[in-house]
């Protein structure tokens, strides 16, 4: 008779503390999962830090976390984000963006199939943009102590000379050119959110934007500043702008592009979608002289193809933004303070 | 967007507006009693366009403004005990009791959570048998008759681990408080189109009758607020009283019957205190005697909690068109809204948000 | 006080013994009681408020409300040629 241990059970179906514990089960979950998709001339050093020669111009460095409910959302999912987020976050310094790291927190009981989704939509948005997913890190919380997946993704890039993008550049009579619809994303994540009684066929704008940027910046070297609205929307990336730069911003409503399922679920749900996240979507500010060129541009992309001129910076009332109404009426575009909440009244 | 966009119709508007600027000769005071006709005409900045005869005051139509101190304090008490889901709309979360409001309490590990309809709550405590779900069901008669469905089903269905802490208040004894107090104002009104779409307007003809103002019923976008101010100038112009619709395609003279008919099934009239204005007889309603076991006053012993307002806040003079919300001393210095000290500066409702947000002073 | 949205109903049901319906608002559908207004059809307009119907939305007065005010413009009742004058506030 021959006694034997039960063999530990090695193809897990869901996401297990032991998978962030750095023994087997982490170069199972890396061999199996992670490198199929992302495996490069990088990562297959496996060492714990990547290396790469550095570009003639300025290093841009950048870095953001990515908590989203649901993971999973018309349009896109996490992954997409974390790749397509921090791609523009640089991109909008002027910069090229080439290395990304990538950071993941994990619940345990995530399954491993959704993962590799993720995982895989993470690959193929790095392709897309032209970056690669050059080091990594993985860890395993117990089951409610993150809400399936977190994901950080920081990346470097190289801003070519003569390139000076910034939010303090901003004059009066300059152009406020935004690249599209507005709302798209905030709006196809809150309503397919569980529990609100809601369908739309409205899908995130996810979409890495460094390539149009790149395109503008061959013809008009000289914008001034450009930033992707993501969360409090257009209303808080202008009036970071604004401040920034104290100069005032006065915007044409009649102007912005909503999409009219966005605006329907912003009216149902009370919300102003200035407020909305976007995650393809950019606002460049640019010399009124190179206005329509940047536009040309721009609309020659598939990410700008609605672009459109909103609005103009102005001397008057520093550090604040206006909105004129269709009826010829003026307001502020405050700041929004927070969490967007749907209301009844 | 269908009955929205035409609504919105620049031309229509400047022609209502011009139609205004003519008829106007004398100089008249107009409230608006509802929270969401103050938010739209703020928010298009009707009140800029309009003749300096014509001078519009907000009315207290924000039933998340209006919901007493003690209520949210009552709330944050149930939404404390342990087993409980407390649920109510997502523009009340953030009204401020006297130390936090219900996001903090959710931070502190309370189970608290946003509904677009009361039915969903209803539904949270069908999923959840082991747990109490509360639904804090504020509103005025626009909300009334949800509120009511979500204990009339309920009680149908057998559901006993739901209840609902109640603050819902009315319009009309609302105005006769505001028209006889000594330092009112007014001289006509826009009535609420979504409360009247419930109520009908009969019962403010005897308003009307009483003290000799005009009452509109009037819808919330430009065209139909400026369309309502008109004839609100027109009647008060040439003298006349009483009430006339300008938002027929929503109103009727006999409003909802069926809605007022489970309202009245599980709700009777109370008197209510307002928060800033004060208790107003008959103005409120709570749960009726055969549905007494819904209400989650009793189920959880709260009914003692009786806190005091901030003495800086003047909110009950704002929302009896009193005051400008920019008048205040405190508005804009120690009460905004990341620190609210009064509810017209919490509900994006109210008053004193709406100005604080598109124009809290006038240098653009 | 109170938000409601006109949408058009495309779906009626029942749940848990409720007349419900589903509400289409330029392409966002959303979940309605349709309790309180237990006459209306597909297709109809009705106004949403905290996920309830509050009322059918009167189709024929709304269109003859608007023709009425086009006419008033186009007859020259109003003057809509010149921009307003700014207003003092």
Redesign the interface.
């Known amino acids: 008779m021959q006694l034997s241990c039960p063999a530990p059970i090695l193809q897990h179906e869901t996401v297990q503390m032991a998978h962030g514990a750095g023994g087997r089960l982490s170069q199972e979950l890396t061999a199996r999962i992670f490198m199929p998709h992302l495996q490069n001339a990088f990562l297959d050093q496996l060492d714990d830090q990547a290396r790469f020669d550095a570009e003639p111009g300025q290093i841009a460095f950048s870095t953001d976390t990515y908590v989203v409910s649901p993971i999973f959302f018309p349009g896109g999912n996490i992954g997409e984000l974390a790749i397509n987020g921090t791609v523009n976050d640089l991109a909008v310094g002027g910069a090229v963006p080439r290395y990304l790291s990538a950071g993941f927190v994990l619940e345990e009981g995530l399954p491993l199939a959704e993962l590799e989704t993720i995982v895989r939509s993470m690959a193929e948005s790095a392709r897309k943009a032209g970056v690669m997913i050059v080091c990594g890190d993985t860890k395993v919380v117990q089951k409610g102590q993150c809400d399936k997946i977190f994901i950080n993704t920081s990346g470097v890039g190289f801003i070519p000379d003569g390139i000076n993008v910034s939010c303090r550049n901003l004059k009066p009579g300059d152009a406020v050119i935004l690249s599209g619809t507005i709302g798209d994303h905030g709006m196809a994540v809150m309503?397919t959110r569980e529990?609100?009684?809601?369908?739309?066929?409205?899908k995130s704008d996810t979409a890495a934007l460094n390539g149009m940027i790149r395109d503008v910046l061959d013809v008009v070297p000289g914008v001034h500043a450009m930033r992707d609205p993501t969360r409090g929307g257009v209303a808080a990336t202008l009036n970071e702008l604004a401040s920034s730069s104290s100069v005032?911003i006065e915007l044409e409503e009649s102007a912005i592009p909503v999409r009219?399922?966005v605006?329907?679920?912003a009216?149902?749900?009370?919300i102003d979608p200035l407020t909305v996240a976007n995650e393809g979507k950019m606002l460049l500010i640019v010399p009124e002289a190179d206005a329509e060129a940047v536009l040309a541009v721009m609309r020659a992309n598939e990410h700008g193809r609605e672009a459109v001129r909103i609005g103009k910076v102005v001397e008057?009332?520093p550090g604040?933004v206006?909105m004129r109404?269709?009826?010829?009426?003026?307001?502020?575009v405050?700041m929004p303070?927070g969490e967007q909440?749907?209301?009844?009244? | 967007m269908k009955f929205i966009d035409e609504y919105r119709d620049p031309e229509r508007a400047r022609a209502l507006l011009d139609r205004i600027r003519r008829k106007a000769v004398h100089e008249w005071t107009i409230m608006e009693i509802c929270g969401g006709q103050t938010h739209s005409i703020i928010r298009n900045g009707i009140d800029q366009l309009l003749p300096p005869t014509v001078r519009l005051v907000h009315g207290p139509g924000c039933p998340v403004c209006v919901t007493p101190l003690e209520t949210i304090e009552r709330a944050l008490a149930i939404a404390s005990k342990p087993g409980v889901i407390l649920a109510s709309f997502g523009d009340m979360l953030r009204v401020p009791g006297s130390s936090k409001d219900l996001f903090m309490a959710r931070s502190e590990g309370a189970d608290v959570r946003i509904v677009f309809s009361p039915l969903e709550a209803l539904q949270i405590a069908r999923d959840n048998p082991q747990k109490e779900v509360v639904f804090l069901a504020v509103g005025f008669e626009t909300t009334a008759p949800a509120n009511a469905m979500a204990v009339w089903q309920a009680a149908r269905e057998g559901i006993g681990n739901f209840s609902e802490l109640v603050s819902q208040v009315m319009v009309p004894p609302a105005m006769s408080a505001i028209l006889s107090s000594p330092g009112n104002q007014v001289q006509g009104f826009l009535a609420a189109g979504h409360v009247c779409a419930i109520m009908g307007w009969e019962e403010y003809e005897p308003v009307a009758e009483r003290f000799h103002v005009p009452i509109v019923p009037a819808g919330f976008e430009p065209v139909d607020l400026l369309a309502g101010i008109l004839q609100v100038v027109e009647m008060l112009e040439e003298g006349r009283t009483g009430v006339v619709n300008a938002y027929g395609r929503v109103v009727s003279r006999e409003g909802n019957p069926q809605a007022r008919k489970i309202m009245n099934e599980v709700y009777e009239v109370a008197d209510r205190p307002w928060r800033g204005i004060g208790v107003i007889p008959a103005s409120g309603l709570v749960l009726c005697e055969a549905y007494a076991r819904f209400d989650a006053e009793k189920r959880f012993d709260v009914g003692h909690i009786a806190p005091q307002e901030s003495p800086l806040c003047r909110s009950g003079e704002v929302l009896q068109g009193h005051l400008k919300p920019s008048d205040c001393e405190a508005f804009g210095r120690e009460c905004t809204p990341l620190t609210p000290l009064g509810a017209t500066m919490v509900s994006s409702e109210g008053a004193c948000a709406a100005y604080y947000k598109y124009h809290r002073n006038t240098t653009f | 006080m109170c938000l409601a949205i006109p949408g058009k109903v495309i779906e009626i049901r029942d749940e848990n013994g409720l007349k419900m319906g589903t509400v289409d608002i330029s392409g966002t559908l959303t979940k309605a009681c349709l309790e309180y207004v237990p006459e209306i059809a597909i297709g109809q307009y009705t106004i949403v408020h905290a996920g309830f119907a509050l009322k059918i939305i009167d189709e024929e007065e709304a269109a003859e409300s608007l023709k009425l005010w086009d006419e008033l413009i186009k007859s020259g009742a109003f003057d809509t040629g010149h921009d307003l004058p700014p207003s003092s506030r």
Do not use: D, K, N
Request: charged share 25%; with cysteine; glycine share 14%.
């Open positions: 309503t529990g609100l009684s809601f369908q739309s066929r409205i005032g009219e399922e605006r329907g679920a009216e149902l749900l009370g008057e009332h604040m206006v109404t269709p009826f010829g009426s003026r307001r502020i405050e303070l909440l749907p209301r009844i009244c």
